[in-house]
């Protein structure tokens, strides 16, 4: 017994239909080891992981569309991962990466799911100060602006792990740290392009979501 209820969500990403094991509802809560209470994720916020947000998606048809050679990437709180799989089924260096513990394991079924090879994980909580963390030309991550701390966390590991020519790609629903965090991020010499995005079907102009995209020439 896994302790929790599971779904699959068919999504389609330009011409690749994806195919994603999801939770089946944000009522789920599985903690039998104790391992997410340790990680620092309470039971109200379990669940949250194993969701496909519209965020997702948005930055899953995002990164469909950019550069890929010579490029070494990471997304940030990864969840169910679609947009890493995008990028796996597009031949790019991806790596996932998250806290949630079940996150790994739903990374590597969907891959599976999909046909795909594995996608390298990496366990990242935002707080890590490691100095030896890998470096990357290309950090991406959607809804990862919810909570006030958030910018200060994402602020100081970008700064650990992007190298000095490097490209952020931030999906955000209308989030109100969003602002602080593009100013945290100018101070370390990127500079913003925003494009509203609908973050959901039917959705009219003016746009109240963004990609928020960061660009820093070494």
Not at 141 to 167: F, M, W
């Amino acid at each position: 017994m896994l302790g929790y209820q599971t779904r699959k969500i068919d999504v389609d990403i330009g011409d690749f239909k994806v195919r994603i094991r999801a939770l089946s509802d944000h009522m789920q809560f599985a903690d039998p080891s104790g391992s997410a209470e340790k990680a620092g994720i309470c039971s109200a916020s379990w669940s949250m992981f194993g969701q496909l947000w519209p965020a997702s998606r948005v930055l899953a048809n995002a990164v469909n569309q950019i550069e890929i050679s010579d490029q070494r990437i990471v997304e940030l709180g990864c969840g169910l991962g679609l947009p890493s799989l995008v990028l796996q089924h597009r031949g790019a260096n991806i790596t996932a990466s998250d806290h949630h513990p079940l996150s790994e394991s739903f990374l590597d079924y969907n891959a599976a799911l999909n046909e795909l090879p594995a996608i390298p994980y990496l366990d990242l909580p935002w707080a890590n100060r490691e100095n030896s963390l890998p470096r990357f030309d290309l950090i991406i991550g959607s809804d990862i602006l919810y909570e006030p701390n958030h910018v200060q966390l994402l602020g100081g590991l970008i700064e650990r792990i992007a190298n000095p020519t490097a490209k952020v790609m931030v999906s955000c629903p209308g989030r109100g740290y969003r602002n602080k965090f593009s100013r945290s991020l100018i101070e370390l010499g990127f500079e913003l392009t925003t494009t509203p995005t609908a973050f959901s079907e039917g959705e009219k102009a003016p746009f109240k979501g963004q990609l928020l995209t960061y660009q820093r020439n070494g």
